[in-house]
C-alpha cells in the first residue's frame, strides 16, 4: 500500500549516497553503503527501460567497443550514478577493467542485448594495466543474475520491478484499556528508514503491524516468525 501511496512512494526507498566528507543521512552510513541487501539492484532509465546489475550499457561519448558492467547504484550530491567496470569488445575477445568507474546515470546512451555481447569465455581482466585469466568476482557478475531478478511469466524478456524498502521494526508495550495498568499488551510497529529524519519520526509515519497479550509466557518474540514469513514472502512477490 506505501508503494501504490504517491505520496510516500519516493520517500520509502533510497539509494546509498556516496557523498564525500559528509555524514547527514543514514544513507551515508557504512552498512547502507555496503551491506548487499540495501543495495537497489535495478533502475528504469530513459524510455522505460530498466537496467540492472550484471548488464552492459554503453555510456555517451565512449567508443563504440566500449561498454559499463554494472556493478551497483549510489548518489552523490544529490545526482544519482551507476558504477561499473569498463569493458573493451574486440574481434577475438573482450576485456574488464579491475577498477571500477562512476558515471552520471543520465549518460547511459543504451542498453546492450545479449546479441551484442561477448561469450563469457573470451573475457579476460584487466589488473594493473595486464591481462589475466577473467577474475571469480567478473565472473560472478557476468553470469549469476541479481537473486532479485524475476522474470515476469509469459514475457521471456521482462522482469519486475524492485524497490529496496528497508524497514525500522520495534516492539513497545502497550495497554488495552485508557489506564494504561491492566490488560498488557506486547506490541509491533514499523517505519521506513529511508524517509528523511523528520517524517521517519513522524507518527503519520508510523505503522502498526500487531500486538499479543502479555499471559502465559507470551511476549512480543512470540509474533517474530509470523512477520518474518510474511517479509518473505513480500520479498517473493
Known amino acids: 500500500l506505501l508503494m501504490a501511496n504517491p505520496k510516500k512512494c519516493k520517500a520509502i526507498s533510497s539509494l546509498p549516497d556516496h557523498t564525500p566528507d559528509a555524514l547527514e543521512l543514514i544513507q551515508q552510513g557504512g552498512k547502507w553503503r555496503n551491506d548487499p541487501h540495501l543495495q537497489q539492484p535495478m533502475w528504469t532509465i530513459q524510455n522505460n527501460i530498466d537496467i540492472w546489475c550484471g548488464d552492459f550499457v554503453h555510456i555517451h561519448d565512449t567508443s563504440f567497443n566500449t561498454a559499463l558492467l554494472i556493478l551497483s547504484f549510489h548518489t552523490c550530491r544529490k545526482n544519482i550514478y551507476v558504477r561499473g567496470y569498463i569493458s573493451n569488445f574486440y574481434d577475438t575477445y573482450a576485456t574488464i577493467n579491475d577498477d571500477y568507474t562512476d558515471y552520471p546515470i543520465s549518460n547511459i ?7 551484442q555481447i ?8 584487466i589488473s594493473n594495466g595486464q591481462e589475466i585469466p577473467l ?14 531478478k524475476k522474470q515476469i511469466p509469459n514475457r521471456p524478456s521482462k522482469f519486475y520491478k524492485v524497490k529496496v524498502t528497508p524497514l525500522i521494526l520495534f516492539t513497545d508495550d502497550t495497554s488495552g484499556n485508557k489506564s494504561k495498568q491492566y490488560n498488557p499488551y506486547e506490541s509491533w510497529s514499523m517505519k521506513c528508514a529511508a524517509m528523511p529524519y523528520e517524517q521517519r519520526n513522524s507518527i503519520s509515519n508510523i505503522y502498526f503491524i500487531g500486538a499479543i497479550p502479555k499471559k502465559m509466557g507470551a511476549s512480543g518474540i512470540s509474533l517474530l516468525p509470523s ?11
Do not use: M, R
Not at 546512451?109 to 546479441?115: A, G, M, R
Not at 577474475?135 to 532479485?148: E, G, N
Not at 512477520?227 to 512477490?237: I, M, N, P
Open 118 to 125: 561477448p561469450p563469457v569465455d573470451s573475457f579476460c581482466s
Open 227 to 237: 512477520l518474518v514469513d510474511d517479509l518473505h514472502a513480500l520479498e517473493d512477490g
Open 135 to 148: 577474475s571469480p568476482f567478473h565472473s560472478y557478475i557476468l553470469q549469476q543474475p541479481h537473486w532479485l
Open 109 to 115: 546512451s543504451q542498453k546492450l542485448d545479449s546479441s
